[in-house]
């Protein structure tokens, strides 16, 4: 588990030297842990060192690590949500960064408010246009917006780079999902005030172009025997 100590401490000082240099304060990024196919003790590792945020991609791995560990982890579902997952993912998430669709949104509202929970929710929007990405398109996304749901807080926008983007092409992801927050903040007279983006290959550029939360698995708990998306 000492990897996972060392690592994590790795990871805090280059998110605090990213957002130095995109002159920005260490409070404005937040790190999501994400612990997706390691083990409970892994998560307990990290929890040691401070660190209350963590993702997980799939419900299943949620449900079977949240019991077992402090209950003051803040848990972030982060991969795409199946409409019969959702209830289990409210019950132990706190925020939920993969909201991809309007039929999704009012499920999870409705269900929320069945259940007497507020969890935070991001808007997943597929901003490359890859077919493999399951974020909503920009314009589903603008409707999802413009609906006000009553127990969820829509707190901000969510995306991910394709696998093979260089540099370039993610800082232009980045910076279009950072353009849609300010216009829809503007438009709408709302706030937007989360940018979820950023992962182990391309925080730092995320961070550059105003990432709130970074989502780090790989370079905090290692390489994942499978890959699960
Ligand atoms: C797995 C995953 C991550 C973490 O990726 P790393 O490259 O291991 O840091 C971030 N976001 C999502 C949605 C993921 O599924």
Not at 44 to 53: E, S, V
Not at 56 to 82: F, T, Y
Not at 104 to 126: F, S, T, V, W, Y
């Amino acid at each position: 588990m000492e990897h996972v100590q060392r690592q994590l401490q790795q990871v805090r000082q280059s998110v605090r030297d990213a957002a130095a240099a995109a002159g920005r304060g260490p409070e404005e990024v937040r790190l999501i842990a994400v612990s997706k196919t390691f083990p409970a003790e892994d998560v307990a590792a990290a929890y040691q060192c401070g660190q209350r945020a963590f993702g997980e991609n799939r419900v299943q791995e949620l449900e079977a690590k949240a019991p077992v560990l402090p209950s003051d982890i803040e848990w972030h579902v982060i991969g795409h949500l199946q409409s019969n997952k959702s209830a289990k993912a409210l019950e132990y998430a706190a925020w939920i960064h993969s909201v991809n669709s309007m039929k999704l949104l009012q499920r999870l509202d409705r269900q929320a408010g069945e259940m007497g929970k507020h969890p935070n929710i991001l808007i997943e929007i597929n901003i490359s246009g890859e077919a493999s990405k399951s974020g909503a398109t920009v314009e589903e996304a603008e409707e999802m917006i413009r609906y006000k749901p009553h127990n969820l807080r829509v707190a901000g926008l969510m995306t991910m780079p394709p696998f093979d983007a260089d540099e370039t092409e993610q800082r232009r992801i980045f910076s279009e999902l950072r353009g849609l927050r300010n216009r829809w903040e503007q438009e709408y007279g709302i706030e937007l005030p989360e940018l979820s983006m950023g992962m182990s290959g391309d925080f730092a550029t995320a961070i550059a172009e105003g990432s709130t939360m970074v989502r780090i698995g790989t370079a905090i708990f290692g390489r994942r025997n499978y890959d699960v998306q």
